[in-house]
């Protein structure tokens, strides 16, 4: 039979690709990898990580395992000092690879499961690909293409990194078709992999895709391609000198010859290992078989026998060797065993068909789902057959029949998969509309309660008679009660869409709850209830962990149970639960609920009894966002009640010891003033409300304030030069905040001017509005409304270099 050649339809494809894959690989080097890793060390962002995951993970593919093992280990510390949760879980699931690799085949089922509940969609197609490589390596090929088509739909298609999470797909894919001995399909995975998805600008001098393509046209006969691409694998391992390279090579060079029936290139490729394998014995059971062959067709029947022993010996251990009954068929044909030898390469033949059908039609049925019964019925009709040219071409039709099936199949799945897409792209959109709605209702609703908060606070600050001041009071509690219902919604929101993460610093966990239980002791000694706080005294001092967030937990939880409890008392208590784990539990002796009413409390936007809201008030936020948050931190918040009589709520989270923060000394109070002189702000806010709120802020200092409507005219008059601060709204018409920021900061670097601070005063909260404004070039963010308080103290950070923002790259 003449061998088909690799390419059909897209003749010279596969061609074009080995030589841009040589070409690529040849014009870098793994010295410039680790420059380039290096590089992406001192960076400190996320484009910095996934560089570092580009580094490891093209080490990794090379059987590098060490060195790949200290890239992991940089790319983990990383992510950790970024606090990325994404990066980490990354490092994770690269450090199981490692282990998986060198035998730990049970790290399987945490990759398994990280594909199906990672944090993100990164990490579940990262996860996802790791996943499909291990059915594939326990011959389930067709389940492996499946998972990667269902990570390829949860990739966003605009999203950063998307590139990245594509290229890992389909080079798997391609790793799978070519198991399935679909070429084709292989060659245009590969294509993607190498071509379409890859990063350019990273440098990438590893060939794995030549390797593959060179096995591929061996495989299937296509002899003259098989030499070309081995050749040029040779040219790159010799260029790239890394020992695990080499090995890699000589087993493609041996498998080359063997395929060629070239028994004395085979021993030549083979050679400079020696008789027991030496570095290269992790290939045993790819070497020694094309090894054993060759020296019997070469004569040497005593050293043929001497590798089919080890290769027994290796079958027994690892219960794969399916080449012994070739290798020892050839064997005995060498000893002069003739009749021995054709019984036994016969019965070897036979059980090679068959179990390539039955490979075949396993991996046809993964992609299905519904043909495994069709091929045991043909089998059944192949155990008839008259004879074996019978046998072979109804096996021929089988594979027609199946392959055809498969490859609709695979256009179905792919078609679903574009539709997935399209409904992902829609529902992202309602998200995005979501979250401008929420930004754009932030940023409306702050704006006039900055008025209303800022100028009760200034009046809070004046003498007034009893009744005036029970008034402004009045203002400034149902002012406070309303930013924190904004502040609860935006916080559910940003739950919601994956934007909250956990920052872990050092911090002293019992001063850190008891500012908890003071700050509501005087709240609980007006009600007649008592507060009471209990610390294990065998926890350590200070622990590594979110303490913004636990503070937001604990603050909610003691808040509901205050709010509950008409008299008697609220505990809180907190003890080790070993092993770097700590409990945190709030009780109090309250109204209380039934098991119905707790399958609500931590829904959003519900609570144990409709009532409630009229009786206590809330919204039925705080819990839900609390059981997030803690989930975030690695626990579950649980809780148990007895209607009238009570309840319990804790959780569980790792908090690990840590040692004493050294903290640097600070002085113990902010000059808001430059030199002699008072300080001469510009205040740029469409809005005249805001802008009278800081006007009479700052009427009783000697500071000097001008105002101005947009980002234009903040432009213009600094332009005029004498300003010490920037007050910069974000929304205005004309010029926006951030446009006005970028284009101050250009007018100082082109007049060579020293930086003069900008402090965002806005109503935009979300993170994205901060992230935003830094890299516009500001030094601060102070989110409406706002006390005069918090406006001297953002004043000060601004004008303190040490307290400004990180200016952007």
């Not at 395929?259 to 020696?274: H, I």
């Not at 109804?394 to 029949?401: D, N, Q």
């Not at 409890?565 to 609220?570: I, P």
């Not at 070993?578 to 945190?584: L, P």
């Amino acid at each position: 039979m003449v061998a088909q050649p690799l390419i059909n339809a897209r003749d010279g494809e596969a061609d074009s690709l080995a030589r841009f894959v040589e070409r690529r690989a040849g014009h870098t080097s793994f010295a410039a990898l680790d420059a380039f890793g290096r590089e992406a060390m001192a960076r400190h962002d996320r484009e910095g990580l996934n560089r570092l995951y580009h580094v490891t993970w093209t080490i990794l593919n090379q059987g590098e395992f060490d060195q790949a093992e200290v890239w992991n280990r940089r790319l983990e510390a990383a992510a950790r000092r970024q606090s990325d949760a994404r990066y980490m879980d990354i490092a994770r699931l690269n450090a199981l690879t490692i282990r998986y690799d060198r035998g730990e085949a049970e790290v399987a089922a945490e990759m398994a499961r990280m594909a199906q509940g990672g944090r993100d969609w990164f990490v579940r197609a990262h996860a996802a690909r790791l996943t499909a490589l291990t059915l594939m390596d326990a011959g389930r090929v067709g389940e492996g293409l499946e998972r990667l088509a269902e990570a390829q739909a949860d990739i966003p298609v605009d999203a950063p990194f998307a590139n990245t999470a594509q290229a890992g797909i389909w080079e798997v894919v391609g790793m799978g078709l070519k198991d399935l001995n679909d070429v084709e399909g292989a060659a245009a995975a590969f294509r993607k992999f190498e071509v379409e998805y890859s990063n350019p600008d990273y440098p990438r001098p590893d060939f794995d895709s030549l390797y593959n393509m060179t096995k591929m046209a061996a495989k299937v006969g296509d002899l003259d391609r098989a030499a070309r691409f081995a050749a040029a694998h040779h040219r790159l391992a010799v260029r790239a000198d890394l020992p695990t390279l080499r090995i890699y090579d000589a087993s493609l060079c041996a498998m080359v010859a063997g395929a060629r029936s070239a028994p004395r290139d085979v021993l030549a490729c083979l050679a400079p290992y020696g008789e027991d394998l030496g570095e290269a014995a992790f290939l045993s059971l790819d070497a020694l078989p094309l090894r054993a062959i060759a020296r019997a067709q070469t004569g040497d029947a005593a050293g043929a026998r001497r590798d089919l022993n080890k290769l027994r010996a290796i079958a027994t251990d690892t219960g794969v060797g399916s080449d012994v009954a070739h290798v020892e068929a050839e064997v005995l044909f060498a000893e002069g065993r003739t009749a021995e030898g054709y019984r036994l390469l016969r019965s070897h033949m036979q059980s090679s068909e068959t179990a390539a059908a039955l490979s075949f039609s396993s991996g046809i049925h993964q992609v299905t789902g519904n043909m495994q019964q069709q091929l045991a019925e043909r089998r059944e009709q192949l155990e008839t057959a008259r004879s074996n040219t019978h046998l072979q071409q109804l096996m021929l039709a089988i594979v027609i029949v199946f392959l055809s099936s498969a490859i609709g199949v695979m256009i179905w799945q792919w078609r679903q998969t574009g539709q997935l897409r399209i409904a992902r792209r829609r529902a992202e959109d309602a998200n995005h509309a979501k979250s401008e709605f929420l930004a754009n209702m932030s940023h409306e609703i702050r704006t006039p309660l900055n008025g209303v908060v800022s100028m009760a606070d200034a009046l809070a600050r004046r003498d007034l008679d009893p009744q005036e001041r029970e008034m402004v009071d009045l203002i400034c509690s149902s002012g406070a009660t309303l930013e924190r219902l904004l502040s609860d919604i935006l916080d559910s929101a940003k739950i919601e869409s994956g934007q909250v993460t956990i920052e872990p610093t050092v911090f002293d966990l019992k001063h850190g709850v008891g500012d908890v239980a003071l700050l509501w002791r005087a709240k609980a000694e007006d009600k007649g209830v008592a507060l009471t706080f209990d610390f294990d005294p065998t926890l350590p001092k200070f622990v590594e962990g979110d303490a913004v967030r636990l503070r937001q937990v604990l603050t909610n939880l003691v808040s509901n149970a205050l709010k509950f409890t008409a008299d008697g008392q609220v505990a809180i208590s907190v003890a080790s639960a070993g092993e770097d784990r700590v409990v945190f539990r709030v009780a109090d002796t309250g109204v209380g609920f039934d098991a119905e009413q707790k399958a609500r409390i931590f829904h959003r936007f519900q609570q144990a009894d409709g009532s409630i809201t009229r009786r206590y008030g809330g919204t039925g936020l705080g819990l839900a966002i609390s059981s997030a948050l803690v989930e975030l931190m690695g626990g579950a918040l649980e809780c148990d009640s007895t209607p009238g009589e009570g309840s319990s709520f804790w959780f569980e989270i790792p908090l690990s010891k840590a040692e004493a923060p050294v903290l640097a000394a600070v002085e113990a109070e902010t000059s808001i003033e430059v030199g002699e002189a008072p300080l001469r702000i510009l205040l740029a806010d469409d809005h005249p409300a805001n802008r009278k709120v800081v006007e009479i802020m700052l009427a009783a200092t000697p500071m000097e304030l001008v105002t101005v409507e947009d980002g234009k005219q903040a432009l213009d008059a600094f332009t005029g030069g004498g300003f010490d601060l920037v007050l910069m709204d974000m929304q205005m018409p004309v010029m926006d905040g951030l446009t006005a920021t970028r284009e101050i900061r250009a007018l100082e670097q082109a007049r060579g001017l020293s930086r003069t601070p900008v402090l965002m005063l806005t109503a935009n909260a979300m993170a994205e509005h901060v992230e935003a404004g830094r890299m516009a070039g500001a030094d601060g963010h102070l989110t409406k409304p706002i006390t005069l308080q918090a406006l001297f103290d953002a004043i000060g950070a601004a004008l303190e270099p040490a307290g400004r923002m990180d200016q952007a790259a």
